[in-house]
């Protein structure tokens, strides 16, 4: 009597780069599983475990920040796969605050970051589609202000949109957020003064103004 034939699981891109690179880190050799992991990223940037993995390694590296990102990036790969439970966990494992609590949001100023305005966009428009009340020029406002250069960020988003095909959107977002100050406008100065461009702050930005002046 022959033997049931064992169905084969189809093999994913990067799968050996990713179990080569978890051995690597396992040795403790984090150049190897660095460059390892890498790789089966870029073959398949939808994959949650090398997300994962790659978190693991900066945890090994003593690299929070880095650390904190892949984790949000595998979050928020659950969550667009509709795997809200798998997605709570990882996000619990997130510090309190901003990076918790809005993970589109945050890959979002993450891409614009790296350089990667058009994945930025796509993040955005799916933070406002899956909460329409929030007005768009406020989520990519408040985001960018946190950026280590918000104007330029900024441009290069409303590019990506207009690129996208998202042409009224990007006008007016350009309207909202970087039409500069009139001369009559009193623009008051210490925070604010760091982002001439952003006229049209958003609540949360005055809330910090607001808290950061000094009581008179």
């Known amino acids: 009597m022959r033997k049931p034939l064992t169905r ?19 040795r403790g050799d984090a150049a190897t599983a660095d460059k390892l992991l890498h790789g089966s990223y870029r073959a398949d940037p939808g ?32 969550l667009k796969r509709g795997e809200r439970t ?18 589109l949001l945050l890959e979002a100023g993450l891409a614009l970051q790296e350089g990667e305005a058009k994945a930025a966009a796509l993040s955005f428009l799916e933070a406002h589609r899956l909460d329409p009340s929030r007005p ?25 949109l207009s690129g996208a095909g998202h042409d009224a959107t990007a006008n007016k977002l350009h309207w909202r957020l970087l039409q500069p100050a009139k001369e009559e406008e009193n623009i008051p100065s210490g925070f604010f003064a760091n982002f001439p461009l952003l006229n049209d702050i958003i609540p949360v930005a005055r809330y910090t103004f607001q808290a950061r002046r000094p009581a008179a």
């Open 8 to 26: 084969e699981l189809p093999k994913q891109p990067g799968d050996a780069a990713l179990t080569e690179g978890l051995a690597a880190l396992q």
């Open 47 to 78: 994959r949650v475990e090398t997300c994962l993995a790659l978190s693991r390694l900066y945890a090994f590296l003593h690299k929070e920040r880095e650390e904190l990102q892949w984790l949000c990036k595998a979050a928020v790969l659950c």
């Open 86 to 103: 798998r997605a709570g966990n990882l996000l619990g494992r997130l510090p309190r605050g901003r990076m918790g609590q809005e993970p």
């Open 136 to 160: 768009l020029h406020e989520l990519i406002g408040r985001t960018c202000m946190f950026t280590p250069a918000p104007e330029e960020h900024m441009r290069g988003l409303l590019a990506a």
